[in-house]
């Protein structure tokens, strides 16, 4: 087997690429949630995708910080014959500008993207390939599974760690994923970027925001509750939870910095409505109540 995930690097794998079949990011309106920050408050620029699914040779392509360049390709190669072998094999690749970084390490022959799962920070501490070379997340030579690799087996809901470089500066994000237990299909679910150069990303803070009235609003959930975080709030906040047909759930207020809503509903994404004085903003909310 030639293929070494350590050779391949943008300068010329981006030209590979043009004769693969490219599958771009599938954004629906409904869905998807760009969250943007003044970088007086800095935060999380968070996306939620229409679920992209790769069950043939393609790439996956990954634009964290949502400036219209790719940062990251997730690529699938199946039924690879070589060397009288067939091969499947799910890795993924830093594009753009030099300095983009995978999570991994390089315990063998091949450099292995590291998995990660709920609640896990991803920062300056954590182990990154070095720059440009493609980290791997499914080997499989004759229908067997090679090497010790993390995602063999398949995962659901698990992350994969990032850092970008911008403007001189590193940022750290992930992406969440799925890996078919087959190790035949990867389904992208969102990805998030930390605004703040050199600040750790967690994995279970997927909303903040910092607008007019709500700066530094921060939501997140654990243990069957949602938490509301602002702050520099000192005024009355009145909260209403939706579903997405618009139906109201739950109406509660608070005048303190934060407040946590009890909840028992099922999995599923819903609203949730904040209104101050004059002004109201509504976020979506990813909620399971499996997560801690």
């Given at each position: 087997m030639s293929f070494d995930f350590q050779k391949l690097n943008p300068s010329y794998s981006m030209l590979y690429f043009c004769d693969q079949i490219l599958s771009p990011l599938k954004l629906s309106l409904g869905i998807a949630a760009f969250l943007i920050f003044h970088f007086t408050h800095t935060q999380i620029l968070h996306t939620v995708v229409t679920p992209n699914v790769i069950d043939r040779d393609t790439l996956l392509l990954i634009d964290l910080d949502q400036d219209?360049?790719?940062?990251?390709?997730?690529r699938t190669q199946f039924d690879k014959s070589e060397n009288n072998a067939i091969y499947d094999i799910i890795s993924v690749t830093p594009l753009g500008q030099q300095g983009h970084r995978v999570a991994g390490t390089i315990p063998t022959v091949f450099a292995?993207?590291?998995?990660?799962?709920?609640?896990?920070?991803?920062?300056?501490?954590?182990?990154?390939?070095?720059?440009?070379?493609?980290?791997?997340?499914?080997?499989?030579?004759n229908g067997q599974f090679l090497f010790n690799d993390?995602?063999?087996?398949?995962?659901?809901?698990?992350?994969?760690?990032?850092?970008i470089r911008r403007n001189g500066n590193t940022h750290y994000g992930w992406a969440k994923i799925?890996?078919?237990?087959?190790?035949?299909?990867?389904?992208?679910?969102?990805?998030?970027?930390?605004?703040?150069p050199e600040a750790p990303i967690n994995t279970n803070r997927f909303f903040s925001i910092s607008e007019s009235s709500f700066q530094g609003l921060v939501i997140w959930q654990n243990s069957g509750a949602i938490h509301i975080k602002i702050p520099e709030n000192q005024g009355h906040i009145s909260i209403r939870l939706l579903d997405l047909t618009g139906r109201i759930l739950r109406t509660e207020s608070f005048y303190g910095p934060s407040h946590s809503i009890s909840v028992s509903m099922p999995a599923g994404i819903y609203l949730m409505t904040l209104h101050k004085e004059n002004t109201q903003i509504t976020r979506k909310i990813i909620y399971n109540p499996e997560w801690h």
């Open positions: 219209t360049v790719p940062d990251y390709a997730i292995y993207a590291s998995r990660f799962g709920f609640n896990e920070f991803i920062g300056p501490e954590t182990p990154f390939l070095n720059a440009e070379i493609e980290g791997g997340m499914s080997f499989k030579r993390p995602w063999n087996g398949g995962a659901v809901d698990e992350f994969l760690g990032f850092a799925d890996v078919g237990s087959d190790g035949r299909s990867v389904v992208l679910k969102e990805f998030a970027v930390h605004l703040t």
